[in-house]
Nanobody, 122 residues
């Protein structure tokens, strides 16, 4: 089992930046592909980005390409999401999740954190 704890959310003005972190404990972090998802009020949870087990493969939702960057430090058991040029539509609760394979489908992720709120003001 893997326990995931997100941090780094907050309130930021449009155009600003935030860096989210996801600290993992339990089973070997490097055994899992990792993803970031987000959920805005009244909307379904949506894929944001994923990283393969050693970080060689990454992908992003079209809405965040060129603005967000996912990375991981397996030595520190930590996943990151650098978010630049933030927009009000990025406002959501952001979750990190662990899966046995690389996928954008949230149903295929086995472990989830509790989320961190990101609010972007216009």
């Amino acid at each position: 089992q893997v326990q995931l704890v997100e941090s780094g959310g907050g309130l930021v003005q449009a155009g600003g930046s935030l860096r989210l972190s996801c600290a993992a404990s339990g089973r070997t972090f490097s055994s899992y592909s990792m993803g970031w998802f987000r959920q805005a009020p009244g909307k379904e949870r949506e894929f944001v980005a994923y990283s393969s087990k050693i970080g060689l493969s990454k992908d992003y939702a079209d809405s965040v390409k060129g603005r967000f960057r996912i990375s991981r430090d397996n030595a520190k058991n930590t996943l990151y999401l650098q978010m630049d040029s933030l927009k009000p539509e990025d406002t959501a609760v952001y979750y990190c999740a662990a899966a046995g394979r690389l996928t954008t489908n949230p149903l295929e992720y086995d472990y989830w954190g509790r989320g961190t709120q990101v609010t972007v003001s216009s």
